[in-house]
């Protein structure tokens, strides 16, 4: 399984970013797909995921009620939308796959990993 994120970059505070993540090698519809986040100094954490089918969504409490996740398994693509950013939200932002029936909100349970993109949001 192979994980591109597209997106992130440089924001004002209470703006709002989007992030794409395609999947390849096997589809999407098979895979827990998720993003996590890591800021310097801190530990890799949970931001969202989605059921296999996207039928079901989980949050941080962090970021519920201001970022969205949604997937389209017709395109392999999992999309995280982030609106009232926050200082606070700055960090590396990563997509994350996993072939079990269940999500996790470790880090160690996700076998697969993209490459990661920065997300700063100026105050």
């Known amino acids: 399984v192979q994980l591109v994120e597209y997106g992130g970059g440089l924001v004002q505070a209470g703006g709002s970013l989007r992030l794409s993540c395609a999947a390849s090698?096997?589809?999407?519809?098979?895979?827990?797909l998720g993003w996590f986040r890591q800021a310097p100094g801190k530990e890799r954490e949970f931001v969202a995921a989605g059921s296999r089918s996207g039928d079901s969504t989980y949050y941080a409490e962090s970021v519920k009620g201001r970022f969205t996740i949604s997937r389209d398994n017709a395109k392999n693509t999992v999309v995280l939308l982030m609106n009232s950013l926050k200082p606070e939200d700055t960090a590396v932002y990563y997509c994350a796959a996993d072939r079990s029936s269940y999500y996790s909100r470790h880090a160690r349970n996700y076998p697969y990993w993209g490459q990661g993109t920065q997300v700063t949001v100026s105050s």
């Open positions: 090698g096997l589809t999407s519809s098979s895979l827990i």
